[in-house]
């Protein structure tokens, strides 16, 4: 084979890497350079420092340590029998990208994934020898993401929890036949049963051992997951009840979603579609609703589907009718959540504005909300809401009908 | 009319120093013309100024936390008013006339929105400052050239020392440079405002700022609202942006049609069968307690399987004389793919070492072997099985008391006791006897330890335990 240059091979490991959605770097434990004794810093909310025009950020050096796989996953491009082309990274070269890249700005970390080669645990080791290297030899402390092997035997989770701030394991398909049959070496009980070993690892090093020492460190920022949306039948309600049986279960931080997009050299068992952008964009918003604003999975996407049209909050809104006005005045915070257009700040600062007196109609635009959704579901002082009976109140919020052009 | 001069470095120091100074002399706002910078601190240029007679030093004034923090942000702001606005505020805190927080306060509100743009424009600094090397060094050194809508350089700057601790750098802005040299930070007014030239790794990012890029999903505005344009001359990607979007459709084309063109097959390549061989699993284990066991846990005979992490079988020596069955995994147990670890299985540890049980001598099960739950937002609530679920996971148990053969079950609470009896009601009443179930051995029934844990009143969870351990003695008699 040609020997590729280190710009071949990024090409081709960053172009391999881009379908995974995660590019957090922010919640892990707090750590700095100012003393001179190395490179980096943590620990804050984690920072974009550039913007492609996919309208995705870039937080992370998000590369595959290799492309070669074992694994025939069909969603995948990196999958065996998939014939783009391969690269491989020496240890050294993802070591001196990320450094460099670190030193320029470019980026707070690396977020380092991999195509299985040899065995799971092969691949898993030099994983962990990368962190380690960066870790321990150049002294790093930005961020490191790796992408966990489930398959991996315990004891490289463990390392990998050592030097990782976060590990992740991708559910990658939201149900169990899904998964069988476009991923047939992946199993989603390994998968499931990798994700309980990191938390209960993380939960260990949260305790002090008996002795009275610290708990070796482990994935500070926690864990997260991806499933991929659209490349089977399964619908919003089954992905979310899935991501909070695994928000319940693992702790993770996240469940990324990731509208299945075509990759160059496709396998012939996936749908030929635009990628479902608004789809999840939805999903999306629906999972923050369950995990900051008190929602439960089955409230959310009742129908099966989530509503394109309008947010998940704003439908749920629509079809309990009978549940509003809420009287912002009086209110419990976990009705005040449930109102359109009041985030979590604005309903933190109704809170915190009430005991002095009455919030008025134009409080709440400085405090942030947003009137044009909420204004048919409250009541409070000077405002009385008219339309909230309106059999045509979903239609002022849904986006117009595309109009036919005349050809 | 008073002129007051800050300097261009330490502005925001001096500026509290004026204030307080101010403050102390009762001078209010609106007789207050501040200044930043300007040719070597002079006099002013307001014709009707006072003579500027110098204050003495004023106290320090204190003020909320918040209220410090959102200020003194806020000076960071290029709005010429800023200082004005920043005298009246604290003047109004100070003299409690002002609650820091009232939304209906105009100069408040307007503080606050000009806080949240600086602290946005720090943000972005942070983000969009890129280093280039200079000539090599021993400790090595970068400059960057950035341009900031508003002056945040010093507030910006003390996040880029606690990051590159281990290198020197320098970031020129028009008008501040931060200078960062053996672990100190310093700044001075800029004198060189030529961009560094670039360095190698310049194309790298470059084309790793390419390859991340996925055409499927082109969103421009999405980009433009995080990045505008105004940032991109001094971004070394930026000037890739017009092509790629230009690009995009043609990309995303090439790939629908490679994929409508199917008559190329998707493998298998060469590469495939010797994987095959790889990745073949190891044959399962055949009969016996560890094929059972195999068999279980891909166990589908109730949708139970689908959300719990994995089956929970049995342990214990396969000769055991005694096995104990108690309801279902928890959460504990179904992570660690063991039972009876959870608060539980502890309690019930204790429940055995009173009654002289060596838990190691015991086959220890569960009438039912996936966690049945329910989520509510980080915790998992425990779900009591159904009948149907009870039948469906009755199997698997009957194979544990076909293979272990003991001489005496105890059924824990009313799970297992349906399980095993057929009839899972009135355990109160029925714990502590011995019923004969067809074709098995007698069984022993009690309580679920979890109930001594759940149990409202304190004495009422003691009687439980008590009760277990009672029960527990009475099977280690029987098995003796």
């Excluded at chain 1, 690269?87 to 030193?103: D, G, H, I, K, N």
């Excluded at chain 2, 009707?48 to 909320?64: E, N, V």
């Excluded at chain 2, 820091?100 to 408040?108: A, E, I, K, N, Y």
Aim: with cysteine; net charge neutral.
């Amino acid at each position: 084979m040609v020997q590729r240059t280190l710009s071949d091979k990024l090409a081709i490991l960053s172009d391999a890497a881009k379908y995974d959605a995660s590019c957090a770097s922010s919640g892990t434990s707090r750590r700095d350079s100012r003393d001179g004794s190395g490179l980096g810093s943590a620990g804050g909310s984690g920072i974009c420092h550039a913007y492609t025009p996919d309208g995705r950020c870039i937080s992370l050096l998000k590369i595959l340590m290799t492309n070669f796989c074992i694994y025939d996953c069909a969603y995948c491009i990196n999958r065996v029998s998939s014939q783009v082309e391969r690269a491989r990274f020496t240890p050294e070269e993802v070591v001196s990208l990320t450094l460099e890249f670190y030193r320029r700005n470019y980026i707070e970390g690396l977020f380092l994934s991999s195509g299985i080669i040899r065995s799971p645990d092969d691949t898993m080791a030099d994983m962990v020898q990368i962190a380690r290297t960066l870790r321990e030899r150049e002294n790093f402390r930005g961020y490191i993401h790796l992408k966990t092997i489930p398959d991996a035997s315990p004891e490289l989770i463990e390392q990998a929890g050592l030097y990782a701030d976060r590990l992740s394991i991708n559910v990658e398909l939201p149900t169990e036949p899904a998964l069988e049959k476009l991923a047939p070496q992946k199993s989603a009980r390994t998968i499931r049963k990798a994700m309980a070993e990191v938390r209960l690892r993380h939960d260990a090093a949260k305790e002090t051992t008996h002795t009275g020492r610290a708990a070796p460190r482990f994935a500070p920022a926690g864990q997260s997951t991806q499933v991929i949306i659209g490349a089977d039948q399964t619908t919003d309600a089954t992905i979310l009840k899935n991501s909070s049986a695994l928000y319940a279960g693992y702790g993770l931080r996240r469940v990324y979603y990731s509208a299945f997009s075509p990759i160059p050299d496709a396998s012939a068992v996936l749908p030929l579609v635009r990628p479902p952008l608004q789809r999840e964009h939805r999903l999306y918003q629906a999972d923050w609703l369950m995990r900051h604003y008190g929602f439960q999975a089955e409230e959310i996407a009742a129908e099966g589907m989530l509503d394109l049209d309008v947010d998940p909050k704003l439908a749920w809104a629509l079809s309990h009718r009978d549940q509003f006005p809420i009287d912002v005045n009086r209110a419990p915070r976990e009705l005040l959540l449930r109102v359109p257009g009041f985030g979590t700040k604005t309903v933190a600062r109704i809170l915190a504005a009430r005991p002095h007196r009455a919030v008025r109609y134009e409080d709440l635009i400085a405090m942030g909300a947003n009137m044009k959704a909420a204004q048919p579901f409250i009541t409070l002082p000077g405002w009385r809401p008219r339309l909230l009976d309106a059999p045509d109140l979903r239609a002022r919020f849904a986006p117009p009908a595309e109009q036919l052009s005349l050809f | 009319m008073r002129q007051v001069r800050l300097p261009l470095v330490g502005t925001i120091p001096a500026f509290r120093q004026e204030l307080r100074r101010l403050i102390a002399a009762n001078i209010p706002p609106d007789q207050v013309i501040w200044h930043r910078g300007g040719i070597g601190g002079g006099t002013g240029t307001d014709l009707f100024a006072a003579p500027a007679t110098p204050l003495p030093d004023g106290p320090p004034i204190p003020l909320a936390r918040d209220a410090a923090t959102t200020i003194e942000t806020a000076l960071s702001h290029s709005d010429p008013e800023r200082f004005a606005l920043a005298h009246d505020i604290v003047l109004r805190l100070h003299g409690g006339t002002l609650r820091w927080g009232d939304p209906g306060d105009v100069p408040l509100r307007r503080i606050t929105a000009l806080a949240k743009a600086a602290s946005r424009e720090i943000h972005k600094m942070h983000a969009f400052v890129r280093f280039r090397e200079l000539d090599g060094q021993a400790r090595r050194r970068f400059a960057a050239w950035f341009e900031p809508d508003h002056p945040v350089t010093e507030a910006a700057s003390p996040f880029f020392a606690r990051r590159f601790g281990d290198m020197d750098w320098a970031i020129a802005t028009p008008d501040i440079t931060a200078i960062f040299q053996n672990g100190t930070l310093r700044f001075e007014p800029t004198a060189d405002t030529a961009p560094p030239p670039a360095d190698g790794a310049e194309e790298l990012w470059r084309v790793y700022y390419r390859s991340i890029f996925n055409p499927a999903r082109l969103n421009p505005r999405a980009m433009e609202s995080e990045m505008p344009q105004k940032y991109w001359k001094n971004l070394p990607e930026a000037a890739l942006i017009p092509q790629m979007i230009r690009e995009a459709p043609a990309r995303v084309q090439a790939m629908r049609e490679a994929e409508i063109a199917a008559a190329r097959p998707s493998g298998p390549t060469p590469r495939m069968a010797a994987v095959a061989r790889q990745t073949a699993p190891a044959p399962a284990p055949e009969g016996g307690m560890d094929g059972v066991r195999h068999q279980a846990e891909g166990c589908t005979r109730c949708p139970l399987y689908a959300p719990a992490t994995q089956t929970v079988w049995g342990e214990g020596p396969v000769d055991a004389r005694l096995m104990l069955v108690g309801e279902q995994p928890g959460d504990q147990e179904d992570l660690r793919g063991r039972p009876f670890v959870g608060p539980a299985g502890q309690l019930l540890d204790r429940a055995l070492d009173i009654a002289g049980l060596d838990r190691t001598k015991v086959w220890m099960t569960n009438a039912v072997k996936h966690f049945k739950f329910e989520p509510r937002g980080k915790r998992r609530i425990h779900q009591r099985p159904n009948t149907g679920e009870i039948r469906a996971c009755k199997w698997w148990l009957d194979q544990e008391l076909m293979l272990v053969q003991p001489q005496l079950v105890v059924a824990m609470g009313a799970t297992a006791a349906q399980s095993l009896t057929g009839n899972g009601a009135g355990i109160m009443a029925r714990r502590g006897t011995v019923e004969e179930i067809p074709d098995g051995p007698p069984v022993l029934l009690t309580l679920h330890p979890s109930y001594a844990l759940r149990a409202r009143s304190p004495e009422a969870r003691e009687e439980a335990f008590e009760a277990i351990a009672e029960d527990l003695r009475r099977a280690a008699e029987m098995v003796a």
